[in-house]
């Protein structure tokens, strides 16, 4: 019961640095965000997909594979965004979109997973599963944009709070979720961290060359990076060990998490190293 409330808190936290105006990006940058979309939304669980399946996982962990792929990107992706002078109010619309849509593709794509993998048991999110994904993921960011509408001052006040909050969320439910497979835990690192690793940096990747490919400018492709390679895997692992009430399920996200800050930060380093070189002197 306390990890939904966690993931709540997380979220709503997430809606309290959220405006109407968030919204309107997609207006002001149409083609940044249709780009940026297409590529998390639908490119990216099909590249997950082709990872699963060339490495042969047990189902289980595939399906937490494309659980994982399904996850919106997180906050934290505005934050390397920033470092790495990306375009973060791109981040802030892409976030604020995605976190509307997981609450269907989550669902959608978990359940392709569950059917295709033929994983064992009760696993799939049924009806009431899917109302439970909403109310975590969507009804705390909407009420969190509700109270910053309102009290402003009290957003920006807990703001710092609750990122420090989120992080410690994500790093107890990781360690927690990699723990409570500590028997399989060398099996597990060993096939899944290849798997999680490479999906990371093809999700980098993509996100930046796909973006470059459409004529997206330079603050707009590391935008894309980082919204597309850096997850919201408390989401996902939320949903795994909460609604799924499987821990092995929850096993790849929890890898990532971890892998995903070191990746992004070499990734973001090569980018923008290799950018200041091309640039004209």
Same mark, same amino acid.
């Given at each position: 019961?306390?990890?939904?409330?966690?993931?709540?808190?997380?979220m709503?936290?997430?809606?309290?640095?959220l405006?109407?105006?968030?919204?309107r990006?997609?207006?002001?940058?149409?083609?940044?965000?249709?780009?940026?979309?297409? #590529?998390?939304v639908?490119?990216?669980?099909?590249?997950?997909?082709?990872?699963?399946k060339?490495?042969?996982?047990?189902?289980?962990?595939?399906?937490?594979?494309?659980?994982? +792929?399904?996850?919106?990107?997180?906050?934290?992706?505005?934050?390397?965004?920033h470092?790495?002078?990306? *375009?973060?109010?791109?981040?802030?619309?892409?976030?604020?979109?995605?976190?509307?849509?997981?609450?269907?593709t989550?669902?959608?794509?978990?359940?392709?997973?569950?059917?295709?993998f033929?994983?064992?048991?009760?696993?799939?999110?049924?009806?009431?599963?899917?109302?439970?994904?909403?109310?975590?993921?969507?009804?705390?960011v909407?009420?969190?944009?509700?109270?910053?509408?309102?009290?402003?001052?009290f +957003?920006?006040?807990?703001?710092?709070?609750?990122?420090?909050?989120?992080?410690?969320?994500?790093?107890?439910?990781?360690?927690?979720?990699?723990?409570?497979?500590?028997?399989?835990?060398?099996?597990y690192?060993r *096939?899944?961290?290849?798997?999680?690793? #490479?999906?990371?940096?093809?999700?980098?990747?993509?996100?930046?060359?796909? +973006?470059?490919?459409?004529?997206?400018?330079?603050?707009?492709?590391i935008?894309?990076?980082?919204?597309?390679?850096?997850?919201?895997?408390?989401?996902?692992?939320?949903?795994?060990?909460?609604?799924?009430?499987?821990?092995?399920?929850a096993?790849?996200? +929890?890898?990532?998490?971890? #892998?995903?800050?070191?990746?992004?930060?070499?990734?973001?380093?090569?980018?923008?190293?290799?950018?200041?070189?091309?640039?004209?002197?």
């Open positions: 019961m306390g990890l939904p409330i966690a993931l709540a808190i997380v709503f936290g997430l809606g309290l640095s405006t109407v105006g968030d919204f990006g997609v207006v002001r940058a149409p083609r940044a965000v249709v780009v940026a979309l297409v #590529l998390q639908l490119v990216l669980p099909v590249i997950a997909f082709g990872l699963v060339a490495f042969d996982l047990d189902p289980l962990l595939a399906v937490g594979v494309m659980l994982l +792929a399904a996850s919106p990107g997180g906050t934290t992706a505005s934050l390397f965004s470092l790495f002078r990306g *375009d973060v109010a791109l981040n802030i619309t892409l976030t604020a979109v995605n976190s509307v849509l997981a609450a269907a989550i669902p959608l794509i978990t359940n392709f997973a569950i059917g295709h033929g994983a064992e048991g009760e696993l799939g999110l049924q009806f009431g599963k899917v109302v439970q994904v909403i109310a975590i993921v969507l009804v705390p909407v009420v969190g944009m509700a109270v910053r509408s309102r009290f402003a001052g +957003a920006d006040r807990a703001d710092r709070p609750v990122r420090v909050f989120s992080i410690v969320v994500l790093a107890s439910v990781a360690v927690g979720a990699l723990l409570g497979e500590r028997e399989n835990l060398g099996e690192v *096939d899944v961290g290849a798997v999680t690793g #490479l999906f990371c940096l093809l999700s980098l990747t993509i996100g930046y060359v796909g +973006a470059r490919v459409m004529r997206l400018n330079e603050a707009q492709a935008a894309s990076s980082m919204e597309i390679g850096v997850h919201n895997t408390t989401v996902a692992l939320t949903i795994a060990l909460s609604i799924l009430d499987s821990t092995e399920v096993v790849p996200s +929890a890898v990532y998490s971890i #892998l995903m800050y070191l990746l992004a930060t070499a990734f973001g380093f090569l980018i923008t190293r290799t950018s200041a070189a091309q640039a004209p002197a």
